[in-house]
């Protein structure tokens, strides 16, 4: 399955090094709310049979806006702060096995981080039509504001197909061809 994710230098770095990347937990702060809500996701990867064995889910995109279009500068914006942009992020291109992505539907998955952030005491149930609507796929069909989101327990080198730098000059939002050594 052809997917993209966005990664820090030092996560490029680990890759690299280690031939996989996997993300911690201790990345999190313990009162971050958004934690539940990864906790979340990474039980429901764990119920459909893809062991996380005690790693965080690494996050990528499926589709954005379009079957099999990639994200954008744009993307990236609308989900990272400047201060991680100027730090250093590459978009990484990969081809990993089908059996080990977990695809859901971005909006809803919004819906589900709200529900953690509002939660006073401890993680919110969710409703099954939030399930639902979050797991219910139809590439096919996306509008161009609907985006599919892929949740993986880890990343392989053998993986990669490319690794691309983010254009962050002002008005640019093509990517530069970056290198994977």
Not at 1 to 17: A, G, P, V
Not at 41 to 46: A, G
Not at 75 to 91: C, H, I
Request: glycine share 6%.
């Amino acid at each position: 399955m052809r997917l993209w994710t966005f990664q820090s230098i030092t996560s490029i770095q680990e890759l690299e090094q280690n031939g996989i990347l996997t993300a911690r937990w201790d990345r999190y702060r313990d009162h971050d709310k958004w934690k539940s809500a990864y906790h979340w996701i990474s039980e429901q990867m764990e119920q459909r049979g893809i062991p996380c064995e005690g790693n965080a889910p690494i996050w990528a995109w499926h589709s954005c806006g379009k079957l099999g279009q990639a994200p954008t500068l744009s993307t990236a914006r609308n989900l990272l702060s400047d201060l991680e942009l100027e730090a250093g992020v590459k978009t990484i291109e990969l081809e990993c096995p089908d059996h080990l992505a977990l695809l859901s539907n971005y909006g809803p998955w919004n819906d589900i981080l709200d529900q953690h952030t509002m939660a006073k005491d401890g993680p919110p149930t969710i409703s099954s039509a939030t399930i639902e609507a979050l797991f219910s796929i139809n590439p096919l069909s996306l509008e161009p504001y609907e985006s599919i989101q892929a949740t993986l327990p880890y990343i392989k080198t053998a993986w990669v197909v490319e690794v691309r730098e983010l254009s962050l000059r002002p008005g640019d939002f093509s990517y530069e061809a970056g290198e994977f050594v």
